[in-house]
Protein backbone atom coordinates (compact mmCIF):
# COMPACT_ATOMS: atom_id res chain seq x y z
CA UNK A 1 0.00 0.00 0.00
CA UNK A 2 0.95 3.53 -0.70
CA UNK A 3 0.52 6.22 1.97
CA UNK A 4 0.04 9.54 1.70
CA UNK A 5 0.49 12.47 3.92
CA UNK A 6 -1.00 15.65 3.85
CA UNK A 7 -0.34 18.67 5.89
CA UNK A 8 -1.09 22.51 5.64
CA UNK A 9 -4.69 22.96 6.20
CA UNK A 10 -6.39 25.85 8.76
CA UNK A 11 -8.05 28.46 9.09
CA UNK A 12 -7.49 32.00 6.87
CA UNK A 13 -9.19 35.01 6.27
CA UNK A 14 -10.23 35.96 2.68
CA UNK A 15 -7.55 37.06 0.71
CA UNK A 16 -4.48 34.95 2.34
CA UNK A 17 -3.00 32.73 1.34
CA UNK A 18 -2.13 28.48 2.47
CA UNK A 19 0.23 25.95 1.23
CA UNK A 20 -0.46 22.09 1.48
CA UNK A 21 1.72 19.65 1.16
CA UNK A 22 1.64 16.07 0.43
CA UNK A 23 4.02 13.26 0.93
CA UNK A 24 4.19 9.65 -0.81
CA UNK A 25 5.20 6.46 1.39
CA UNK A 26 6.72 3.27 0.11
CA UNK A 27 8.26 5.42 -2.53
CA UNK A 28 9.93 2.46 -4.35
CA UNK A 29 6.52 2.59 -6.80
CA UNK A 30 6.40 4.44 -9.40
CA UNK A 31 4.11 7.49 -9.38
CA UNK A 32 2.73 9.23 -12.57
CA UNK A 33 -0.02 11.90 -12.14
CA UNK A 34 -0.43 13.62 -8.82
CA UNK A 35 -3.10 15.47 -7.76
CA UNK A 36 -5.43 17.78 -5.07
CA UNK A 37 -8.97 17.57 -5.28
CA UNK A 38 -11.44 19.16 -2.80
CA UNK A 39 -15.29 18.33 -0.86
CA UNK A 40 -17.20 20.75 0.19
CA UNK A 41 -20.21 19.74 2.25
CA UNK A 42 -23.21 18.78 0.31
CA UNK A 43 -20.59 18.74 -3.26
CA UNK A 44 -19.43 16.18 -5.06
CA UNK A 45 -15.01 16.00 -4.85
CA UNK A 46 -14.45 17.93 -7.33
CA UNK A 47 -10.29 18.67 -9.20
CA UNK A 48 -8.26 21.50 -8.24
CA UNK A 49 -5.06 20.72 -10.15
CA UNK A 50 -3.34 18.03 -11.76
CA UNK A 51 0.51 17.64 -12.64
CA UNK A 52 2.31 15.24 -14.34
CA UNK A 53 5.84 13.47 -13.78
CA UNK A 54 7.13 16.02 -16.72
CA UNK A 55 5.46 19.26 -14.65
CA UNK A 56 2.52 19.51 -17.08
CA UNK A 57 -0.44 21.53 -14.74
CA UNK A 58 -3.69 21.16 -15.30
CA UNK A 59 -5.95 23.17 -13.34
CA UNK A 60 -10.19 24.31 -12.09
CA UNK A 61 -10.92 27.23 -13.82
CA UNK A 62 -11.97 28.88 -10.82
CA UNK A 63 -8.13 28.56 -9.34
CA UNK A 64 -6.05 29.36 -12.23
CA UNK A 65 -3.99 32.51 -11.15
CA UNK A 66 -4.55 31.89 -7.81
CA UNK A 67 -3.52 28.65 -6.87
CA UNK A 68 -0.11 26.48 -7.87
CA UNK A 69 0.92 23.25 -8.14
CA UNK A 70 4.43 21.95 -8.06
CA UNK A 71 6.02 18.52 -7.35
CA UNK A 72 9.29 16.60 -6.42
CA UNK A 73 9.59 13.61 -7.93
CA UNK A 74 12.89 12.74 -6.15
CA UNK A 75 10.92 13.33 -2.60
CA UNK A 76 7.36 11.85 -4.33
CA UNK A 77 5.85 15.26 -2.85
CA UNK A 78 3.25 16.93 -4.12
CA UNK A 79 2.06 21.07 -3.16
CA UNK A 80 -0.13 23.22 -3.72
CA UNK A 81 -0.36 27.00 -3.15
CA UNK A 82 -3.41 29.34 -2.97
CA UNK A 83 -3.44 32.24 -2.62
CA UNK A 84 -6.17 34.86 -2.89
CA UNK A 85 -8.58 32.59 -0.89
CA UNK A 86 -12.09 33.08 -0.73
CA UNK A 87 -14.81 31.61 1.26
CA UNK A 88 -15.81 29.38 -1.59
CA UNK A 89 -12.32 27.74 -1.51
CA UNK A 90 -13.43 26.36 1.86
CA UNK A 91 -13.64 22.33 1.55
CA UNK A 92 -11.68 19.22 2.53
CA UNK A 93 -8.75 18.85 0.64
CA UNK A 94 -7.56 15.58 -0.82
CA UNK A 95 -3.85 14.85 -2.06
CA UNK A 96 -3.99 11.95 -4.94
CA UNK A 97 -1.69 9.67 -6.92
CA UNK A 98 -2.27 7.50 -9.96
CA UNK A 99 0.55 4.19 -8.64
CA UNK A 100 2.00 1.40 -10.80
CA UNK A 101 1.55 -1.47 -8.84
CA UNK A 102 3.33 -4.19 -10.59
CA UNK A 103 1.18 -7.28 -8.79
CA UNK A 104 -1.83 -5.85 -10.76
CA UNK A 105 -0.09 -4.79 -13.90
CA UNK A 106 -2.06 -1.40 -13.55
CA UNK A 107 -1.80 2.45 -12.37
CA UNK A 108 -4.60 2.63 -8.77
CA UNK A 109 -5.29 5.67 -7.55
CA UNK A 110 -4.25 6.27 -3.74
CA UNK A 111 -6.07 8.95 -1.70
CA UNK A 112 -4.80 10.87 1.79
CA UNK A 113 -6.55 11.30 4.32
CA UNK A 114 -7.42 14.86 3.90
CA UNK A 115 -7.03 18.19 5.14
CA UNK A 116 -9.58 20.89 6.19
CA UNK A 117 -9.49 24.72 4.60
CA UNK A 118 -11.83 27.03 5.91
CA UNK A 119 -11.20 30.44 4.93
CA UNK A 120 -13.64 32.52 6.88
CA UNK A 121 -13.18 36.14 8.42
Known amino acids: QVQLVESGGGLVQPGGSLRLSCAASRTFYSIFDMGWYRQAPGKERELVASITVAGTTNYKDAVKGRFTISRDNAKNTVNLQMNTLEPEDTAVYYC???????????????WGQGTQVTVSS
Open 96 to 110: KADVLIPAAKTKLPF
